[in-house]
């Protein structure tokens, strides 16, 4: 099992969201999340100015099955890319075990794949 973490826009969240769910992905987990990116600058809006070091974006996480690992990374990259810097980044890493609270069941059997 793998676990994708992807850190993208928030203006590409909804896209994305309906990309993996209409795929392999049945089930993830979002939240916002606030980053620092090397760019640094300061704007000026109607009189007031603001800092854009500070970044605000959508963290997905999703535990997956090693056989949807590529299709839902390649989905990601195509809806969440606008070319622009900024865009996000995706990390990968090894899942050891899975337990169902519910049934104590273990393993990649738990994540069941879509009907």
Known sequence: MKKIEAIIRRTKFEEVKEALLSGDIDWFEYHDVHGIGQSRQERIYRGVCYSTDVIERVAITIVCR??????????????AHTGEVGDGRIFVSEVLDCYSIRTGEHGDTVLRDKK
């Open 66 to 79: 090693e056989v949807c690992l590529e299709s839902t990374i390649r989905t990601i990259l195509q809806v």
